[in-house]
């Protein structure tokens, strides 16, 4: 992401909150440009009201909290110009987010709609708006709004629904309404992902571009869900997503993206084993009575992709 990110965008600024020690041991020795790397434990340190309720919170739902957090630590101090963006992990740029900041021309918070496809629409009760991309603007509306983020993730951030709540997700609709000069980003380059990438036609331009429904440039994309199954096999997508994938999504902006991850893998070489952010337990019965059903589901919308390469 930090990567491609500068690649269309060279003056950015990136500031890492590393959430583990190996995090931060890796990016240090990367050393990349426009990068400021934040431990944890400093983190924590000068934010105590943070570190108070991180017992009360499993290790998934208290990532969920500190993205609000380190947006409103920024913002604090920040310059009266500046934007300053949550941005995801699992996103690669492809093109200049320019059209997002002209789109906030006269905007202090900036966010970006899921725009399911049809069969993900029922999703909806997760969160209109999709929290891999944030924009605030340092201005008094969108410093109170993230402060507002902020408190309200302390007070509860837990990966389900409760009501008109859902992690942190769910309340960039509060700050929707709440807020004045809170606009919806709806280029279509923006954002797109497994759960609406079948909304969209995608065309693949020169020198790894790709083109969103005939005119708009492919601004960034969210491998939301992409994870190893085994080696050199990778499942790309949730089935509650469904979505089928497309020969272009498929072998344009997946099976690069993997050989990406593969080479950055090998670049890195060992890595210490961090210990999984979220609590699981071992597969309810019905679930694995339904897995056979489920891989059929999967490598019928061709969400399996293999590198075919060795490690």
């Known amino acids: 992401m930090i990567r491609s990110l500068r690649r269309v965008e060279p003056g950015c600024r990136i500031s890492v909150l590393c959430l583990t020690p190996s995090c931060a041991s890796v990016l240090e020795r990367l050393s990349e440009p426009g990068v400021t790397l934040m431990s944890l434990a400093d983190f924590e340190r000068d934010n105590p009201d943070v570190l108070a309720i991180k017992d009360t919170r499993c290790t998934r739902d208290y990532y969920f909290t500190l993205g609000s957090c380190l947006v409103a630590s920024i913002l604090r101090v920040s310059d009266p110009a500046d934007i300053v963006t949550y941005l995801d992990a699992d996103l690669l740029f492809y093109s200049s987010p320019a059209p997002i900041y002209e789109a906030m021309a006269n905007a202090s918070v900036g966010l970006i709609g899921h725009r399911f496809h049809w069969w993900a629409k029922r999703l909806e009760k997760y969160g209109r708006f999709n929290v891999g991309w944030v924009s ?26 409760d009501g008109d709540r859902f992690a942190d997700q769910k309340y960039l609709e509060h700050i929707y309404v709440k807020f004045p000069n809170v606009i919806e980003v709806t280029h279509p380059g923006t954002n797109v992902g497994p759960w609406n990438v079948c909304r969209h036609s995608i065309e693949q331009g020169p020198q790894d571009t790709f083109v969103v429904d005939g005119k708009f440039p492919l601004i960034f994309f969210h491998y939301s869900g992409l994870r190893e199954k085994e080696p050199n096999l990778y499942l790309c997508s949730n089935l509650s997503y469904l979505g089928p994938f497309s020969r272009t999504v498929r072998a344009g902006i997946y099976e690069p993206y993997i050989r990406l991850l593969e080479r950055i893998r090998s670049e890195l070489g060992e890595l210490p084993p961090d210990p999984s952010p979220v609590w699981e337990d071992s597969p309810p019965t019905r679930r694995r009575v339904l897995a056979p059903a489920i891989r059929i589901a999967h490598r019928w919308a061709g969400h399996y992709v293999g590198t075919g390469q060795s490690r």
Not at 139 to 161: F, H, K, P, Q, T
Request: net charge neutral; proline share 0%.
């Open 136 to 161: 605030f603007r340092c201005d008094a509306v969108g410093r109170e709004a993230a402060s507002w983020w902020r408190n309200s993730c302390i007070e509860w951030c837990y990966g389900c629904i």
